[in-house]
Each structure stands twice: as C-alpha cells, then as structure tokens.
C-alpha cells in the first residue's frame, strides 16, 4: 500500500507548489482578508467545530490518552474564539515578503539586492492540538506559502473541519483553497512518505516529542527545522540576589511546567547554596526535587530524592527539578555543556564578569541573564507569533516568527554587463 | 569494519568540538594572525608540496582520471601562491563573529539581543580540489568554526600536506590546531558515516556532482546546506537589445564553461529569434547548439542538433547549450520552472514590466536583468571569498561568504524578570 500512500501525498504536494507559486504573488491586503474571514468563519461555525472536536472527543475516551493530552485535544467556545484573535493578530503583523535585507552596488555598476521570499511549500507535523491547524495556516498564509498540515488521527475531525474552513476563507479573498490542506493519512508510513516528499516541501517543521525528532533526522529527505527539546538550566552564581533567584527559578519551575522553556535543572554555586536552597524549597511546595549528595545535605534526604545520572539530561516537564552544586562558574558551564540542550541557559549574578563569560561561553539559542527561562517565546520576544523554537543551528535558532518562514532571493540589475 | 571506522571519526569529530568551543572564543587578531602564518607557511613549504602532489599526480596517472581532473588536481608555484593570497584575502575580511544583528528592548524593560556566533564544526566533502582544503579551513578559522575536512583519495597526499602547515599555523597562533583536521578515510562508507556524526558537525557542505548530493539527502543526519548544480538559463525577450543577449549568453556560456554558473541553455521570444540567433550563432563558434524545432528551422540543421527532451533539464558543463524558441514571457517562465534547478536565471529586455515579472516570478538563488549569470560569485558579489553556492532556501540561498559559516543566539538580560 505504500506506493499508493505516496501516490496521494504526491498529489497534495503538487497541488501545494501550484498554491505556492500563487501565495508567493499575492498582496499583503489579500492575505489579510483571508485571515480576517477565517477569523470571522470560525467563530461563525464555532458549533460546528465543537461537534466535530465532541467526535474526537468520544474516540479519545478509550484510547488511554492522558487528561493532559485530552485537554489539548478539547475545543471549547473560548478557545475558538483565541484561534480567531490569533488569526486576526497574525493579519495585523507587517508582512515580510518584499523585504529588501541588504543591497548595494557593485564597482561595475551591477546591482544586487536580497530580498525576502516565501519558503513555498512548509509542512508542519503535530500532535493532538487542533490549535496548531489554525495557527501555522495563519502563519504559512501571512508569509506567502502554502501550508501541508499532518496533524494526528486523534484530532482528524477538528482538523478537518478548521482546514475547511480555513480553505473558504482563502477562496472567499480570491487565494488558492490549496494554500491550506490536510494530510488525511496519519498512519506512520504515511509520515515518513511525507517527510520525503522532496521537491514539494521546501520545509518541514515537526512540532512533538523526542520520538518524532528522531524519526524526521533518520528519515526525512526535505529541509526540515528542528524544534527541539528544553532542558533548561539556572545557574545561580555566588554574586546572586537569592530572592531575585528564588523568584525566577519559581517562574520557570512552575508558571507553566508542561513547555518546552520551563526550567528543568538548576545549578548552585556552593558558596551560596545553603542561603539559596533554603529559600527555594518553600518557595517549591509541590515541586519534587532530585539532587546530588551535597543538596541532599543542605535540605534533608526527605526534600531532596538521589539524583541518577539520567536525571541530569532529562526533560521532565513536570513538576520536578533537579538541583547540582558546583564550586565555580566553569563547573557550572561544563555541566551546561554536557546535558543542555542548546534551548535556553540562564545565569542569575550580580557579577558583570560572570554574566558576560555566561553569556559568551554558553552555546545556545537564547541565553539569559537575570530573567526566566520562560522568555524563549515568539510573543514574548515581540515577535507577534511563532511556528515554534529552533534548537538547531542552520537557517533560524531560537522563537521562530513570521521571518523564519522566508528566504531570500538576490536579484542583480545590470546593463549588459559580462564578467571578465 | 563500520564500526572501526565510525569510531575513528567519532574521535576525530570530538576533537572539533572541542577545538571549535576554543575557536569561538578567539579574537579576530589570533584567527588573523593564524591565517597570515599559514599564508607564509604554503609559501615557505612550496616545494614539499608540490612533491606531495606529485605523489597524487602519479597515482593518478593509471587511474582514469580526465585531463581536466588532473588539471585540477595539480599544484603549481602559482597555485601554491594563489592559496596563500586567498588565506591572507580572508584575513582582511571583517570577523562576523560578534556582530549584533538586532537589539531591542521590551516594554517590561528586558533587553533582547541577537548576536552572530559560529556555527561550531563544520564538515566538508569535496573532490579531488587540494585547493579547497586551504580554502575551506581559511574560511572556517576566520568565522570561528572548527573544520573537518574529506577529500578524495587521489589528492591525498597534498591534502595532508597542506592541513599540516594549517594547523602548525594554528598552533603558532596559540589556537588549537584541531581547528583544522583532514579525514584520512577516504572509502565510501567512510562518507556516510561521516554525513551521519550528528552532534559533532554543526553544517555539513557537500562540494560535489549529483551522486554526492543524492548520497547526502539520502544518508545524512547533520544539517547540511546543498551547494547544487545550476541549469542556469538566460531568456531573450522580445524586446532585448540583441548585441546585449548575444555578448551576456556569449559570455555566460563560454567565459568558463565546467563552473556551476554558466549559462546551459537559453529560451528565446519567437519575436526576436531570426534576428538574435543569426548573431548568436557566429559568436558562438565552437560551441554545439541543440534545440527545438523552430530554432533549427532558423538557423539550420547543420549548425543546431535536434534536442531531446532530457537536453532540457542537462548541465552540460560543457560547450554546449540548448536553445528554445517561446511565444511569451509566460512560456519562458514555465520553461525556466519546469528545467531550471534555483541556481541563476537572467532575462535580457529592454521592457521594465518584463524585467519586473522575471525578477518576481522565477523562483532561483539568483534571477538577474541584463547581466550573465556568471555574476553568481562570492568574489563578484563582494563577499571576498565563498565556501559554496546554496540552491537551497533555508539557512543560505546563493553564493555563500563568511556570514553563512554562522549562525545567532540571543542574549536577553533582565533585573529578575519571570513571565506573568
């Protein structure tokens, strides 16, 4: 059956670069009437995507999915109502297509400008979060290209029935309903025959867990962006502000476990460990903590379970948190170095010398000083909206807004010139 | 012997990062000072490469190798001198490392930077060019970045004996001389497991023919950025002033025809074809022309084989071209999209709304008016010097100078601040 899976997702994929080419030309203001009439769509038929999302719902019941991951999957009218404003704010964003990012003249005269372009064609796969149809549609549409969306059979109905209504609104503003389509197949062939779909894709950007990473690096032949996982350090320096480090190891501890920015790890500096620990725990209630020997000592053997070596490198995104102590900044670097994962580090100092070296030795998307880990976000940066978090190095790194969905073209202007 | 072989470059790709984690950190006068070293080396070791190229040259003699292959593979005094220049050419470009690119401050006061860093290591397969292990590791060191370099086999000996004087000069300079380090394994699944060192090679760059591509889009796990053939065309509009098409296609064609950029086949307005092609041909004396119908027609069967359908989507590298007759700028358009490869497509009109629609419509690294494709160049842009030319969209599209050899991360800096 497999060549018949990849006969149909050929098929998508056509009628996407056909879209493409159109999206690439249209106007910002068609664009933008085609978000504000999706916005305005679903709300009116916010009934209907509710029963479609009850169909999922009900299916959902028996299939040992966790009450997390059934709220994920829930539309309720509230949240209708936000994939409306996020539609209506991504419409209101400037639009990056047309950009001129650099341009000059050459000794020759020969002209050369880079200008920003759409991607073309973006694939986006994802989990059981119809949210996600909405907002990476809105995303892929405001920036120009067309949107391949593999979301999970958990959420086929609402999926189904928001991309519908995303492909009226296109039609209605005069855009290809093509700009917007789901992929029906959510078998795992299905996604690894999407991954290669090379030459119609022209990114793909997986939004899951660990599992589906691996399986997008093993498998895919199409560009993809990786948004990866966060296991997200503290380090708190000896110079720190121990309630400006309570606070912000709380926030990032608790504000919002379950994503991919909550802090995960801390790291103490020894000289500053006792004050510190002893502040936090209370300020911790309800956060299980794992630690090494010493901050087993400093807070009881009670508080503070054995840390295991795996401990150190995992993402919990739970209400859990592992505590290091360390006697220096380099031994807190080196313990970043070894299990970060190049998502978001921050050091909490008063000492400019530290921050600075933090800073500058740490290698990551996003580095703070003095701030929650929780800042590693596409609203927050100001951005507007994200399509996510690039752990990856090549093409965009950190929060990922409306830019990370372009390219760029040079276009050169000459007057007969040749080369010598 | 897989797994002997993925051990051996597993050590190696250690040693990279660890001398990339020191490269990043290095002042623009230690990576100067480096390249100036390793310029006065060459030079001074002139004669022991040339011997360790002969060593190839030898080898090479019964191996089948094609004259032009050979011409490549040997070093000269003058070649030997080329590479020092190169290496002090690099030197005097500025250091990317460091630079802001954005900087802006939010409305609750936390301060987000984004600022170039290196990428870390960075790998690159290449033919039998010894010039490029010298180019390579040049461009490397300045942007910060750790180089592993893999050759071919049959430039071996001068491979190894050019990244011995790089790295002394690296050591000179008080910089890890891992920064430059030469794969020895030079066997096909030597190749693949070196596309498959994710976590040690930040960016892959393949420098080579199609059969390497495919093997990288198939096999590799680390990003990689595809430095791909270019079909490049030139489209004579019916309003081109025809000296100009005849000395830009003259040029784009014969000016250095094994290079990505020059020009492989050209689509002409009906309008202007008797004319245009009757001077193109005798300005195009030595080169073979195959095209449509319609183009022998005009110009003969003698001088203009018939093409067939695979001549379309051919680089020739070679001093041939392909020539087709069109009725519009829509139908060169569709030609151009159905053959070209997104490398350089150049329009010659004298029509404004023509130059526009091409400039917007055609989907390449490089869409030009009135200039050859030739241009496609890191030294004709001004970038000073060039690692590749992306035909890809993410990361870098076209030629690529130091600035693609990077990548950001962001620093924000806070008084406390965590997210409400």
Known sequence: MLAAVRWDLAELGGRAVAAARELALA?????????????????????????????????????????????????????????????????????????????????????????????????????????????????????????????????????????????????????????????????????VAFMRLRGMIDCLVPRGGPALIAAVVDNATVPYVIDGDGNCHVYVDRSADVDMAVSIVANGKTQRPGVCNATESIVVHRDVAARFLTRLAPALDGVELVGDEEARKLLGSDRVAAAEESDWGREYLDLRLSVRIVGSLDEAIAHIRLYGTGHTEAIVTGDRAAARRFQREVDAAVVAVNASTRFTDGEQFGFGAEIGISTQKLHARGPMGLLALTTTKYLLDGDGHTRQ
């Open 27 to 191: 106007s910002t203001s068609a664009k933008d009437a085609a978000l504000a009439s999706a916005a305005d769509l679903l709300e009116g038929h916010s009934d209907e995507l509710i029963s479609s999302n009850v169909e999922d719902l009900d299916r959902a019941q028996g299939s040992g999915l966790t009450p997390a991951a059934l709220d994920r999957l829930r539309l309720t009218p509230e949240r209708v109502h936000d994939l409306a404003s996020g539609l209506r704010g991504v419409a209101r964003l400037a639009d990056p297509v047309g950009q001129t990012v650099a341009g000059w003249l050459r000794p020759d005269g020969l002209e050369i400008r880079q200008v920003r372009v759409p991607l073309g064609v973006v694939g986006i796969i994802y989990e059981n979060r119809p949210n996600v149809t909405s907002d990476a549609a809105g995303l892929c549409l405001k920036s120009g290209n067309a949107a391949l969306l593999r979301g999970s059979s958990a959420a086929i109905s609402s999926n189904r029935a928001i991309a519908a209504v995303l492909r009226e609104a296109c039609r209605k503003a005069g855009l290809p309903a093509d700009a917007v389509q789901l992929v029906e197949d959510t078998s795992r062939e299905g996604a």
